[in-house]
């Protein structure tokens, strides 16, 4: 089972839709939580991390769930310009903090 | 200005050759992470570093080589023995000793296989 699980997608919706994305972590000693984006062919990007209350920035909504160890990224009002990959990232307490990255899901936002 | 700088940006190898993809950083991170990335595909670790002088396999490390003499830097070797190498090379850094802070990339290395 991989440490950090996303559904890779894609996830095809109209401009104006609110879309949804999942990641679930198998490490309980999972500590911090973020989420990164990326555009096609450029690096990964941190979008925003994740508080244990939740927390918005604009249109863009995360939540996390430690008891069923899973963290959410809400996106309203979808433009165009949201078109691209939502990686989910733990930071691990293994001793020292291991950062892993899922794989990532796409997003495609059409007009 | 601190980052992380990967170089080259493209990279063409002939078959049969070993390669070295260069990634440095001045941020001060203990972590050092390589990533392979393939067209429309995910992100998939091949080696990690938490501390200078060692480093652990990810899960593809097959034909991979790394080395971590310095904190600032973490070379990855793509050797002949990779068969399939062309791809997108992401290397990145954190800090192993704080938990609440951000990894940061580097802008990736093209590898083609001519």
């Known amino acids: 089972r991989k440490e950090v699980e996303q559904d890779p997608g894609p996830f095809n919706v109209p401009e104006g839709a609110t879309v949804a994305f999942n990641c679930t972590y198998s490490?309980?000693?999972?500590?911090?939580f973020f989420w990164y984006r990326q555009d096609c062919r450029k690096e990964p990007k941190l979008l925003m991390s994740v508080y244990s209350s939740g927390n918005e920035d604009g249109r863009f909504t995360a939540q996390l769930n430690r008891a069923s160890q899973y963290i959410s990224l809400l996106i309203r009002d979808s433009k165009l310009s949201d078109s691209a990959t939502y990686l989910c990232?733990?930071?691990?307490?293994?001793?020292?903090?291991?950062?892993?990255f899922g794989a990532g899901t796409r997003l495609f936002v059409k007009a | 200005d601190g980052g992380i700088t990967q170089s080259p940006k493209y990279l063409f190898r002939k078959e049969g050759q070993n390669v070295t993809l260069s990634c440095e950083q001045n941020l001060n991170h203990d972590a050092m992470y390589w990533y392979r990335q393939d067209p429309g595909q995910g992100l998939r670790l091949i080696y990690y570093?938490?501390?200078?002088?060692?480093?652990q396999k990810g899960d593809i490390a097959e034909g991979y080589s790394v080395s971590r003499e310095k904190k600032e830097s973490f070379p990855l070797t793509v050797t002949s023995a990779q068969k399939n190498p062309t791809a997108f090379y992401l290397c990145?850094?954190?800090?192993?000793?704080?938990?609440?802070?951000?990894?940061?990339f580097g802008q990736g290395t093209r590898l083609t296989v001519v």
């Open positions: 490490n309980s000693a999972s500590q911090s």
């Open positions: 990145a850094s954190s800090w192993a000793g704080k938990g609440n802070t951000e990894a940061f």
């Open positions: 570093s938490q501390i200078v002088n060692d480093f």
């Open positions: 990232v733990v930071k691990v307490n293994t001793g020292g903090f291991k950062t892993i």
